[in-house]
């Protein structure tokens, strides 16, 4: 149950609801509740068996059940004696129909209040967790697939509020009936009732060991349906590779293995999420069928204290018990799943996010002087990654990162917006510690043009644009002229509004690549990170991307990773590193002329 009220105060609107709806579901349970006590003076009337009383006075007021009790009687009987049968009968179906009015009324309202609540806590938890999902290091996602975190955002947060949220009516409501239901039944036959109890604990361990097993099979549905929403993601964004190799079968029973998966799974849940409604209901029967035994014969013999009318009234009563413990039943049930499914989302919300704003964050407005890495390293766990880096970028300046895959280049380059923070040494900007500088100011610097142009399913207004609002149309118009891209947008139909599609995929290679290199002018960063931007593209697509950043990086400081001879040999420096480390640094014609690791790297290209 902790985790259940940690859903319920996760977003705190329990201060604001939870008082109007508490009194307005105890209203409509008095009145429900109420409704049943009538029972008997009907019966009564039906079955000629109303008795005179030799004192008729009306009770003195008090805050009891007796009074209430005594009251009604008092006016009953009054107009039962003054009128007859027939009028106290239609006093009591008056009755009858004004409280079911006013249970029902108080119901709806409770469930208007109910539904408030409800919705706001899972809008709470959906965008807190979408709010810590985007604040945590770009190096979660690595390890992570997006199909689980899909699942989770949509399929779990979906169970929770079906499940868990849904079940805050049942919780706080169905509790109130079954206390007013035995206060009743106490009222009636201790002795019956207490009979009635001793059923109850072998029903309720029947259905705590269905809970376990549905919230152990919950939690391997949500495992299976995060790997069915991998398997679509990845065969949706591999499509062309897929019908390339002809894997489109092997695709298919990669995902039927899944799916059939799930399906088990999802059958087993059911099953045992069905079988405990039956099974309380049987347990009920049994428990009514035992009590009419008991009862019935002790008024057979002479031996009750109940009258025929009160011990039907009993009957009718308990029969209505097993309504709330019915739904209290099922509702255990349901929130196991629903559980299982907020195991997940707090697993989420719980991870530790590494890149934190410092207290009392140095501000960083502007870049002046130079970048530094001192000493730096770096590691995944005990891999190193980079070892002992050092170097100064000055204002101005287009460094170069060159050689092999793996050397550490990209991890590099990730230190300066601080996806990552080093493991040893420092960054500085200005000799300011990037780990006491404000992240966002970090940032604000900095444009970053990728190998791959991750575009968003919007205009090409917007995703020039990226995060502006209201952005002014003539300085996306210039950003785009300054990339070259301009001439293709003109001859688009509709402009700078055309939607480019899912990853712009209405777009070529070479007129995606030219867009971010717009987002990246249109935001103006004195800083730039350039990550093998052209390394994807034909000849003709370089050229125009390469003019497009020879603009860009006109009168700014950059940071460039290539490995075309084209892309590099006009940098101010070059770095060469291998397996982490700084091997060779210097201008282009520097390094050629040493005949050493950075030549043979050019000659073979060149080959």
């Known amino acids: 149950m902790r985790t259940y009220f940690r859903i319920l105060a996760f977003a705190r609107p329990l201060r604001n609801f939870l008082p109007r709806y508490v009194i307005l579901a105890i209203l409509g349970v008095i009145f429900g509740i109420f409704n049943f006590t009538l029972l008997i003076p009907l019966l009564n009337i039906i079955f000629g068996t109303v008795t005179q009383p030799e004192v008729l006075t009306e009770p003195v007021f008090d805050w009891s059940l007796n009074w209430i009790k005594d009251y009604f009687n008092y ?54 967790l979408f709010d810590h999902l985007i604040k945590l290091n770009v190096r979660y996602f690595h390890g992570q697939r997006k199909g689980d975190l899909i699942s989770v955002l949509s399929n779990d947060v979906t169970e929770i509020e079906n499940s868990v949220v849904s079940s ?51 939690k391997k549905g949500q495992t299976l349906l995060g790997n069915i929403l991998s398997v679509i993601e990845e065969s949706i964004t591999g499509i062309r590779i897929i019908k390339a190799f002809n894997a489109q079968e092997h695709t298919r029973r990669k995902f039927e293995v899944q799916n059939h998966g799930y399906r088990q799974i999802l059958k087993k849940i059911w099953n045992r999420k069905e079988l405990a409604s039956p099974l309380s209901e049987f347990l009920g029967v049994t428990m009514i069928v035992g009590i009419i035994l008991y009862g019935g014969m002790l008024v057979i013999a002479g031996q009750s204290e109940l009258s025929g009318s009160a011990f039907i009234t009993y009957i009718i009563l308990y029969s209505q018990l097993l309504v709330p413990a019915k739904a209290i039943t099922g509702t255990v049930t349901n929130i196991q799943r629903g559980l299982a499914a907020a195991d997940r989302v707090f697993a989420i919300l719980e991870a530790e996010n590494p890149i934190r704003q410092p207290e009392n964050a140095v501000p960083l407005p502007d870049f002046k002087e130079s970048i530094e890495f001192r000493n730096v390293s770096f590691r995944y766990g005990q891999e190193a990654v980079l070892k002992n880096i050092n170097l100064t970028i000055k204002k101005g300046q287009m460094v170069a990162l060159v050689g092999p895959s793996g050397s550490g280049k990209s991890t590099l380059a990730d230190l300066l917006p601080r996806f990552l923070d080093p493991t040893e040494g420092d960054v500085l900007i200005d000799g300011i510690s990037l780990r006491k500088a404000n992240i966002y100011d970090i940032r604000q610097l900095m444009g970053i043009v990728t190998q791959e142009s991750i575009l968003f399913n919007d205009s090409i207004a917007a995703n020039i644009a990226f995060g502006v609002d209201n952005p002014s149309p003539e300085a996306v118009a210039e950003a785009a002229r300054i990339a070259n891209a301009d001439g293709f947008i003109s001859q688009l139909e509709d402009g700078y509004d055309t939607s480019i599609g899912d990853r712009g995929g209405r777009l070529s290679g070479g007129q995606r690549q030219r867009i971010s290199i717009a987002r990246a002018v249109f935001k103006n960063p004195p800083i730039l990170i350039l990550d093998e931007a052209t390394s994807a593209l034909d000849t003709e697509s370089e050229k125009q991307v390469q003019d497009a950043l020879t603009h860009l990086m006109e009168h700014r400081t950059s940071l460039v990773i290539a490995h075309r001879l084209s892309t590099i040999q006009h940098a101010d420096h070059i770095v060469l590193l291998q397996e982490g480390e700084i091997v060779e640094q210097g201008t282009h014609l520097e390094l050629m002329s040493k005949g050493g690791a950075y030549h043979r790297l050019i000659t073979l290209q060149q080959l």
């Open 75 to 128: 006016h009953f009987l009054h107009i039962f004696s003054t009128y007859g049968q027939a009028a106290a009968l239609k006093f009591v179906c008056a009755i009858v129909v004004v409280s079911f009015f006013f249970s029902n009324v108080f119901r709806y309202w409770s469930q208007r209040v109910l539904t408030g609540m409800r919705t706001l806590v899972v809008k709470k938890i959906r965008q807190a």
């Open 168 to 218: 805050i009516q049942v919780i706080f409501r169905e509790p109130l009936l079954l206390i007013g239901y035995v206060v009743l039944l106490f009222m009636i036959s201790v002795k019956l009732t207490l009979f009635s109890f001793l059923v109850l604990p072998v029903s309720a361990l029947i259905i705590s060991a269905i809970s376990r097993k549905l919230k152990r099979d919950s």
